[in-house]
């Protein structure tokens, strides 16, 4: 079939499924000329690559069949303008650029760090043989850890390849004796072929990579007298490793590419207060973006209607020993408007993300369907 008559079909198919949707909505002939326009620009550069959708799915699919769960006009009306007007995608490309965004920060990290132990200027890290000899050093001892499957770490290996080994890039946090070992004897081949031979073969600084944060806690928190979280778990996983692997007061650098406004504000604070407990490692976090608080959806907002709805039409059964109850604005209540190319966090609101079960007095269906990292099953 020509690609002409390809994208014929391709078309007419959406602009019936856009024409059912009209008639949910009670669109006229010009509401739908321009709703039709504007809504298939979002779908194609964004929406139908949502990788939560089933084979053969698309968006259009999804929003006909959300929109249908909810009884009355005005209703449907508030939901749609919740998504045309609220709602924000984060795409692969997106996702990537924030990505590409961590090793300009390392860069910069490093230059102050050599900046000051050298007691010089900036701009003079640029210009002095022993300044740029110390940044190559500290770049090699420098270890990237992802925290999770979301975080991305081989697109980070493949835009900074040639400027990192693949043997300080590791996949995971749960690092094995084995794998600590082959980690440092190739650090020691590394610095020793760079003439560095007198040099301890230890890491100096290890990038903590995170995809996204909501809330923040599941980084770290302090829960009923004791710490948790990923940070925890690695502290407590290497502290031992300190003068043999690590070099004493190892950085610990965590990064997330994305992270909202209380997630931020929450991890600094509890880190601080977590680096005065356990000072065997030095700590800093960044972000590649942080989005603004003003996106957030609570009871002050604006749209009284949005609200009301995220209320009356919830299900408690969605919710489960992790996310705690009453969760219309998501975990943590941190309302967010929030779709992320690869899953959808349930710090979003539960009327982008939540299935209700079978039986279920009010039937809640997902506009993107969440895949959940947690169960409650276990």
């Given at each position: 079939?020509?690609?002409?008559?390809?994208y014929a079909q391709?078309?007419?198919?959406?602009?019936?499924?856009?024409?059912?949707?009209?008639?949910?909505?009670?669109?006229?002939?010009?509401?739908?000329?321009?709703?039709?326009?504007?809504?298939?620009?979002?779908?194609?550069?964004?929406?139908?690559?949502?990788?939560?959708?089933?084979?053969?799915?698309?968006?259009?699919?999804?929003?006909?069949?959300?929109?249908?769960?909810?009884?009355?006009?005005?209703?449907?009306?508030?939901?749609?303008?919740?998504?045309?007007?609220?709602?924000?995608?984060?795409?692969?490309?997106?996702?990537?650029?924030?990505?590409?965004?961590?090793?300009?920060?390392?860069?910069?990290?490093?230059?102050?760090?050599?900046?000051?132990?050298?007691?010089?200027?900036?701009?003079?890290?640029?210009?002095?043989?022993?300044?740029?000899?110390?940044?190559?050093?500290?770049?090699?001892?420098?270890?990237?850890?992802?925290?999770?499957?979301?975080?991305?770490?081989?697109?980070?290996?493949?835009?900074?390849?040639?400027?990192?080994s693949n043997e300080?890039?590791?996949?995971?946090?749960?690092?094995?004796?084995?794998?600590?070992?082959?980690?440092?004897?190739?650090?020691?081949?590394?610095?020793?072929?760079?003439?560095?031979?007198?040099?301890?073969?230890?890491?100096?600084?290890?990038?903590?990579?995170?995809?996204?944060?909501?809330?923040?806690?599941?980084?770290?928190?302090?829960?009923?007298?004791?710490?948790?979280?990923?940070?925890?778990?690695?502290?407590?996983?290497?502290?031992?490793?300190?003068?043999?692997?690590?070099?004493?007061?190892?950085?610990?650098?965590?990064?997330?590419h994305l992270a909202?406004?209380?997630?931020?504000?929450?991890?600094?604070?509890?880190?601080?207060?977590?680096?005065?407990?356990?000072?065997?490692?030095?700590?800093?976090?960044?972000?590649?973006?942080?989005?603004?608080?003003?996106?957030?959806?609570?009871?002050?907002?604006?749209?009284?209607?949005?609200?009301?709805?995220?209320?009356?039409?919830?299900?408690?059964?969605?919710?489960?020993?992790?996310?705690?109850?009453?969760?219309?604005?998501?975990?943590?209540?941190?309302?967010?408007?929030?779709?992320?190319?690869?899953?959808?966090?349930?710090?979003?609101?539960?009327?982008?993300?939540?299935?209700?079960?079978?039986?279920?007095?009010?039937?809640?269906?997902?506009?993107?369907?969440?895949?959940?990292?947690?169960?409650?099953?276990?």
């Amino acid at each position: 079939m020509p690609e002409s008559e390809k994208y014929a079909q391709a078309f007419m198919k959406n602009e019936l499924a856009f024409t059912l949707i009209g008639q949910q909505l009670q669109w006229s002939d010009s509401d739908f000329e321009k709703e039709f326009r504007e809504l298939q620009l979002m779908v194609d550069h964004k929406y139908d690559s949502y990788q939560g959708f089933q084979p053969a799915t698309r968006f259009h699919v999804a929003l006909l069949n959300w929109l249908s769960q909810f009884p009355t006009l005005p209703q449907r009306q508030t939901a749609y303008n919740f998504v045309k007007d609220r709602l924000i995608f984060i795409s692969q490309r997106e996702m990537h650029h924030l990505v590409s965004m961590l090793m300009p920060i390392v860069e910069r990290l490093e230059r102050k760090r050599i900046a000051a132990e050298l007691r010089i200027p900036l701009f003079q890290t640029e210009l002095q043989p022993a300044a740029t000899s110390r940044i190559e050093l500290l770049r090699r001892r420098t270890l990237f850890v992802g925290l999770s499957d979301g975080a991305r770490i081989d697109v980070f290996r493949r835009y900074n390849e040639g400027r990192i080994s693949n043997e300080q890039v590791v996949a995971f946090s749960e690092i094995s004796d084995n794998k600590w070992v082959d980690l440092q004897q190739e650090l020691k081949k590394s610095i020793a072929r760079r003439g560095f031979s007198d040099e301890n073969p230890w890491f100096e600084v290890v990038c903590l990579v995170d995809d996204f944060s909501g809330s923040g806690s599941s980084l770290l928190r302090y829960k009923n007298g004791e710490w948790k979280g990923k940070i925890y778990k690695f502290y407590e996983a290497n502290k031992s490793r300190i003068k043999d692997k690590l070099a004493p007061n190892c950085l610990l650098h965590i990064h997330h590419h994305l992270a909202t406004e209380q997630a931020k504000c929450q991890i600094e604070e509890d880190l601080e207060r977590f680096s005065k407990e356990f000072q065997e490692f030095e700590y800093m976090v960044t972000f590649s973006f942080v989005l603004p608080g003003d996106i957030v959806i609570n009871d002050n907002d604006h749209c009284v209607d949005l609200v009301e709805l995220l209320k009356s039409w919830y299900d408690a059964g969605i919710a489960d020993d992790h996310t705690g109850p009453d969760i219309w604005y998501g975990y943590k209540n941190c309302g967010l408007p929030l779709v992320l190319e690869h899953n959808t966090p349930n710090n979003s609101v539960a009327l982008l993300w939540a299935t209700s079960k079978d039986g279920a007095n009010l039937q809640m269906k997902p506009l993107f369907a969440r895949r959940k990292r947690h169960s409650s099953n276990g």
